[in-house]
């Protein structure tokens, strides 16, 4: 009889039973003809055999994940601003939560990493942050078209680290009206945060109040509007004309500076000594 099994081609198949078949010839003789099935592979002996070969079968592993870092993307906009040196530079999101501050050298920017960044391009004169830009003043002789790369890769390499903005918190606290405040005092603070600041911002400036003195507002002015040629008419058509209209009390608006303000408080200081001399001598 046949065996159940046999290999074939170095693999072991199981023979089916044969089944009878009938042929009808054309003389009408029937006759029972053995006709063999053919064979099946088995399954289990199969992968048997597979098991046991000297030949290894190749192993697919899944693909491996790649450690790659997350990489950000920023859409940064330019807007052009009165002062030709200053370029306002918009990264679409949030700069400072509250308040605007100023970087007029790179020794006062040690409250921000991102305006130390800055400072470390090649032709940055200054820096200015608000709320949603960045304003950066370059020395008279640079050219945007070379600078801007190097500020846009700075603003970049920036927000993908994952750094602060700044080290603390930014309050402006310049019109905040104190209770030593006159009233007419109380009324130019109001109409500088109200009225002007928001209006100066959108060309990537701020104005600081510095003092009301015989009359006299004394502002300081800061980001593009530093040093920027309109600066002046401004100042005296926009600024001192809506404050005089308001505040009868106001005869001008004089921009300073920093150095300006120590002279004037000297010469405050001065005076003050001077009247508490007299009264001493006239006692």
């Keep these: 009889?046949?065996?159940r099994c046999v290999r074939l081609g170095g693999v072991l198949v199981r023979r089916l039973p044969a089944?009878?078949?009938l042929n009808i010839h054309a003389n009408g003789i029937t006759r029972l003809s053995h006709t063999p099935t053919p064979p099946v592979l088995s399954r289990s002996f199969s992968f048997t055999h597979r098991l046991a070969s000297s030949t290894p079968l190749p192993i697919s592993h899944p693909p491996r994940a790649r450690?790659?870092?997350?990489?950000r993307t920023m859409f940064i906009q330019t807007q052009n601003t009165p002062n030709p040196d200053s370029l306002k530079f918009l990264p679409g999101q949030t700069?400072?939560?509250t308040g605007t501050i100023d970087f007029p050298s790179v020794s006062a920017a040690s409250r921000s990493p991102l305006?130390?960044?800055l400072f470390r391009v090649e032709g940055v004169k200054s820096i200015f942050m608000g709320?949603?830009?960045?304003?950066?003043?370059?020395?008279?002789?640079?050219?945007?078209?070379l600078l801007k790369p190097a500020v846009f890769a700075a603003i970049m390499d920036f927000y993908n680290s994952g750094k602060p903005v700044m080290q603390d918190e930014v309050i402006n606290k310049d019109?905040?009206?104190?209770?030593?405040?006159s009233e007419v005092v109380a009324m130019i603070k109001e109409l500088l945060e109200t009225r002007v600041r928001p209006s100066v911002q959108e060309d990537g400036g701020d104005i600081e109040y510095r003092g009301f003195e015989d009359g006299v507002v004394l502002l300081k002015m800061q980001g593009s509007c530093s040093g920027c040629p309109s600066s002046s008419v401004t100042l005296k058509s926009g600024i001192e004309r809506m404050l005089m209209h308001w505040i009868p009390e106001v005869a001008g608006v004089v921009a300073v500076s920093?150095?300006?303000l120590e002279k004037i408080n000297l010469e405050a200081f001065n005076k003050t000594e001077a009247s508490l001399q007299q009264n001493n001598n006239a006692a």
């Design 175 to 181: 019109t905040e009206v104190k209770p030593e405040d």
């Design 19 to 21: 089944l009878s078949r």
């Design 131 to 145: 709320y949603d830009f960045i304003s950066v003043n370059k020395m008279p002789d640079e050219d945007w078209n």
């Design 67 to 71: 450690s790659m870092q997350p990489i």
């Design 95 to 97: 700069v400072l939560e």
């Design 115 to 117: 305006a130390l960044a």
């Design 258 to 260: 920093d150095d300006d």
């Design 1 to 3: 009889f046949a065996p």
